[in-house]
């Protein structure tokens, strides 16, 4: 059975917040070459189409500044009243079977959609804002909250991306765990595994560092949940034992200036280098040169920088918390450090590097187990079920529109 | 007053209704609605508070569904109504999905949202009664109330009828918000005499 999937993300390609965008067009693009049909319902950005074909995913998109905002949540509000119209003109057009929302950004479209043509709705919940800033403290953060949890109850299924998100959904939401389907997020094993030749590396490797040091690296958002202070607080202990060492924190974010203070105030800024965003061409060739790679985040619903990082071929060490446990096994696939703990994290970061053997060892188990939990191809399989057992659990259901009812019957009888 | 009007079913969708009450416009739904079910045009009132949700059958000819508050912590208001809009939605859908309804009117600007997203689909006549616009209420120019009048005038172009309480009030509608006057209907909407003009003004066809 082949269903037509409209997808509602808020970012996808080529503007990109997070790792959203990714997540949805990677997925998209296996869900195609599977025979699936998929629309991506989007927000515009400059330089983009109103519509286009990318990879055999249909991708709409909207002026989402058309209704002004004076900041981010109320612009997201009235972005979705935006994006509700230019979904109700894609399923119009095209026989949409499913309705595939990504995150809270789109609840508000999706669930009157929904309710306007009676279609299935799946959720996939990427993160929730009560571990995202470690608790709710003002009415911004709870309507955020809140809107998580009106997405969720009123969605034909879930898809949490790790053990860690289900539980937190089950007993901050009171929500029932066999409505949840956790699917990992994925990485694309192909683009990332890229070996330099050692005369990139090298060209690379000088960028951020003397020819003799090592590189310990950190690439992500500079936020607090991200727990980039514990590593810099583990720089001290590890120059004490390696001093050929360099810390590169690739990434931006509002909490640089901060970090950039930290790193100060510890007298190590000749030893920690803050690139900023890297640029396209850089991105690949940063994992290459880097001899670790920490996550050393405090709160992470899921952690694709770790799969980024084993398909880069570089050992990880993560923060023993949320997906990041789930996809490191301690010693095997990369380092498990408890988290918000610099000493432990120093003492991971001195076994590896002075452990060569050990090393490899993690790169091979880390590439065999991306092969088999983390391929998109697997990824998309396990998503097509869900597709597939809720369309069934719908078609099966008297709550459809007279017009689907039709429809439908039209097409069993077809078979 | 016509028996043989040819109406079988109405929503109201109005952020007030007794017994909540932030203005007169909650009595005057009220009372429209009574006139209306007397008239057996069955009538659906759907409606918000914030302490119950309920649906109360107050007879066979009227139905009160007061809509969950399942976004309660917000940071405008105008995030609020914007929140409230699904809930007002899966109420309106349960009822056109299951029963005959001519003809939606929506009170105030708080259910705006709900005509801009789903005029396209709306198979019924919907009438928009306005007591006052974003640039009567504050005169200031800031992002949110340029957001709120652009929710307004996006409502006010979708609708077929809109009714407006006084003759500045509709100038303003077609002058700033530059609607077709022939749309727009000054009405005080509380009476019996208002009620079976406004009774004429559904049956016309749009």
């Known amino acids: ?415 | 007053m016509s028996k043989n009007h040819p109406l079988t079913g109405i929503i109201l969708v109005s952020f007030e209704y007794p017994p909540r009450r932030l203005s007169k416009i909650s009595a005057s739904v009220e009372k429209l609605a009574r006139f209306l079910s007397k008239n057996k045009i069955k009538t659906w009132v759907v409606t918000f508070d914030d302490w119950r949700s309920d649906i109360e059958k107050i007879s066979d000819y009227l139905i009160v569904n007061r809509i969950p508050y399942s976004v309660p912590n917000n940071i405008s208001e105008l995030a609020m109504i914007m929140n409230l809009k699904v809930a007002y939605q899966a109420a309106i859908a349960s009822i056109i999905h299951s029963e005959k309804i001519d003809l939606i009117h929506f009170f105030d600007w708080m259910t705006l949202p709900v005509i801009i997203s789903w005029k396209d689909e709306f198979q019924q006549k919907l009438v928009y009664s306005a007591s006052s616009t974003q640039i009567t209420r504050d005169k200031a120019t800031s992002p949110y109330n340029s957001g709120i009048q652009k929710i307004e005038q996006m409502g006010l172009e979708a609708v077929n009828l809109i009714t407006v309480n006084s003759k500045k009030l509709a100038q303003i509608i077609t002058s700033d918000y530059q609607i077709d006057e022939k749309n727009v209907h000054q009405l005080n909407i509380g009476n019996k005499k208002s009620f079976e003009e406004l009774l004429e003004k559904y049956q016309e066809k749009s």
């Open chain 1, 1 to 415: 059975m082949t269903l037509s999937i409209l997808m509602l993300s808020w970012e996808f390609p080529p503007f990109k917040v997070g790792g959203l965008a990714a997540h949805v067009f990677d997925l998209s693009k296996v869900l195609v070459k599977k025979g699936y049909e998929v629309h991506v319902v989007t927000c515009s950005f400059p330089g983009t189409k109103e519509y286009e074909m990318v990879d055999g995913v249909h991708v709409h998109r909207f002026d989402a500044y058309a209704i002004p905002a004076p900041e981010f949540l109320q612009w997201d509000l009235n972005m979705n009243l935006l994006m509700e119209i230019k979904s109700i003109e894609i399923i119009n057009k095209f026989s949409i079977d499913i309705l595939h929302a990504h995150d809270w950004l789109v609840a508000s479209a999706a669930i009157g959609l929904k309710h306007l043509f009676r279609k299935p709705l799946l959720a996939t919940i990427h993160s929730l804002e009560r571990g995202r800033r470690s608790g709710l403290f003002n009415d911004g953060q709870m309507m955020l909250d809140q809107i998580e949890n009106l997405l969720i109850q009123e969605s034909w299924h879930t898809i949490v991306c790790s053990q860690y998100m289900q539980s937190i959904c089950h007993f901050s939401f009171i929500f029932p765990n066999d409505k949840m389907t956790i699917i990992p997020n994925g990485v694309r094993f192909n683009d990332f595994s890229i070996e330099l030749s050692s005369k990139e590396k090298q060209i690379h490797h000088k960028k951020y560092a003397q020819e003799n040091e090592q590189i310990v690296g950190y690439i992500g958002r500079l936020v607090p949940e991200k727990g980039v202070n514990v590593l810099l607080g583990a720089v001290t202990n590890v120059l004490k034992a390696k001093p050929n060492t360099k810390f590169v924190i690739a990434g931006e974010g509002w909490h640089r200036n901060e970090l950039e203070g930290i790193s100060k105030e510890l007298q190590i800024e000749d030893k920690v280098l803050f690139t900023g965003y890297l640029s396209e061409e850089d991105f690949l060739p940063y994992f290459n040169v880097t001899d670790i790679l920490v996550v050393p985040s405090t709160y992470e619903p899921f952690g694709i920088v770790a799969l980024e990082g084993m398909a880069t071929r570089t050992p990880i060490i993560v923060s023993d918390v949320g997906g990041l446990s789930e996809i490191v096994d301690h010693k095997w696939t990369g380092f498990k450090v408890p988290p918000d703990n610099s000493d432990a994290m120093a003492e991971a970061i001195i076994e590896l590097l002075e452990n060569n053997d050990l090393r490899k060892r993690i790169i091979k188990n880390a590439e065999e187990k991306l092969t088999h939990v983390y391929d998109w191809t697997i990824i998309a399989d396990q998503t097509i079920k869900i597709y597939e057992r809720i369309f069934d659990e719908w078609n099966a259901h008297s709550w459809k529109t007279k017009a689907d009812v039709k429809k439908y019957k039209q097409r069993a009888k077809k078979k």
